[in-house]
């Protein structure tokens, strides 16, 4: 009897996606050769279709945009850390046929952090307040005792950054962007925003910096993380998030853990110094 699986990345655009790489780089290290991962250009309109097109081989999807909260209505059971968030990016399948939704990127932001050694902070700072940012507002809950300040574009997105922190238990103050020159104070920043947003910060890194998150990985290093490195502060970055949810994916997916987060991180790597 074939044990085969399947497993997938959707969204739209999906093209630049990295995790059919770390999946079957973990896939071929846990012996699980006969299991396929793909990506799948799917928007909003195509989500339902493709997930009712799907047989009992599939153990499993990770979700990008603009599918994270689209998805939240056709799944059967949604996880507490998903739900305080409005945002699934991992689905499991069940043997009876259910679908399980759950984040993997809150716990994946708190895990890269501890590999670097940032296990509590008293204070941090978001730029940006999209999608990652109320998942980083999340993490923030569980590793933060103090406020956070979201440096933001619009009154409509500082409300919205101030209401998730209501949400999550955190005290969010909010500032216009054009100030996020006065960003990097606290001991955490964790930067959210597209590439190229942050550029011209990188001049205003202070001399003794903290610790920086930025959740880019291509281009790498953003000139901002070069900027924080170059002055001694500890750099987190896109493909520490990346890996770090996806090995719990291919946990829920596949049930065997832990899985291979050094193995999954060399094929990161290498796929990012080819392109």
């Not at 619009?154 to 950054?161: F, G, I, K, Y």
């Not at 920043?189 to 910060?201: C, K, N």
């Not at 920086?212 to 502060?233: C, H, I, K, R, S």
């Not at 970055?237 to 946990?251: F, S």
Request: proline share 6%; with cysteine.
């Amino acid at each position: 009897m074939s044990t085969a699986k399947h497993a997938a990345v959707l969204g739209s655009p999906i093209g630049h996606s990295l995790s059919p790489v770390l999946h079957r780089a973990a896939y071929a290290e846990l012996g699980l050769t006969d299991w396929t991962y793909d990506r799948f250009e799917v928007d909003e309109a195509g989500l339902p279709g493709f997930l009712d097109g799907l047989d009992a081989t599939w153990a499993g999807l990770s979700l990008t945009m603009p599918l994270k909260r689209a998805v939240i209505p056709l799944l059967d059971e949604v996880s507490d850390t998903a739900r305080a968030v409005e945002a699934v990016n991992t689905v499991v399948f069940t043997e009876d046929g259910r679908r399980l939704g759950d984040n993997t990127d809150i716990p994946g932001m708190i895990a890269a952090l501890r590999e670097r050694g940032v296990e509590k902070v008293e204070a941090a700072t978001i730029l940006g307040a999209g999608a990652t940012a109320s998942s980083a507002l999340a993490a923030l809950a569980r590793i933060c005792s103090g406020p956070v300040t979201a440096f933001v574009r619009s009154e409509a997105r500082a409300d919205e950054m101030r209401g998730w922190g209501k949400r999550l238990g955190v005290e969010v103050h909010t500032a216009d962007w054009a100030e996020a020159v006065h960003a990097f104070d606290a001991p955490l920043v964790i930067a959210t925003t597209p590439a190229g947003s942050t550029d011209a910060l990188a001049p205003y890194v202070p001399e003794r910096p903290g610790t920086l998150f930025d959740v880019l990985y291509e281009p790498w290093p953003t000139p901002l993380a070069a900027a924080w490195a170059e002055g001694g502060g500890a750099v987190v970055g896109g493909l520490d998030l990346l890996v770090h949810q996806a090995v719990l994916q291919v946990e829920q997916h596949t049930g065997r853990a832990p899985a291979p987060l050094a193995a999954m991180r060399a094929a990161g790597e290498a796929a990012l110094a080819e392109r």
